[in-house]
């Protein structure tokens, strides 16, 4: 684990952090809302929890990541392989669930998609930054 860039992870983690309350907030919010059955005013019971959930998962995502490729990997590599990752191994997992669960198309193309993105930042950051 000598050569992580624990920076360039930290780095990582806050972009699909931030990825996260772009995608969720302005973006699909409303249109997520509805598709999970969820009232769009409603406020989580413990939002420090949910978000310090949400970041510790983004943080041990990125730090994987960063494992996986090895030491100063190429951000086109990186990324592509983010794209990749995410298409291929996030999205496509939500899928079998969502499928078994009755959870809608647009749904699952709202959650796979951020996972897809979250995954490329993790690849251009830790790719640019080594």
């Known amino acids: 684990m ?4 624990w920076l360039a992870v930290l780095a990582a ?10 995608w969720y ?3 699909f919010k ?9 009232d769009p005013e409603a406020r989580p ?18 730090f994987a990541f960063a ?11 990186a990324a592509h392989n983010g794209l990749l990752v995410g298409a291929a191994w996030i999205a496509t997992s ?3 669930n969502y499928a078994f669960a009755g959870r809608s198309l647009k749904l699952w193309l709202i959650d796979g ?14 790719g640019l930054w080594h």
């Open 45 to 62: 019971k413990h939002p420090a929890r949910v978000f310090g959930t949400a970041f510790a998962c983004s943080l041990l995502a990125a």
């Open 13 to 22: 983690a806050v972009s699909a952090f931030l990825l996260g309350g772009i």
């Open 67 to 77: 494992a996986f490729f090895g030491p100063a990997p190429d951000a086109l590599h």
């Open 94 to 96: 939500f899928g079998i």
């Open 2 to 5: 000598d050569h992580i860039n």
């Open 113 to 126: 998609g951020y996972h897809v993105l979250q995954f490329v930042l993790y690849g251009l950051v830790i």
């Open 30 to 38: 409303r249109a997520w809302c509805r598709e999970a059955g969820i």
């Open 25 to 27: 907030g302005p973006l």
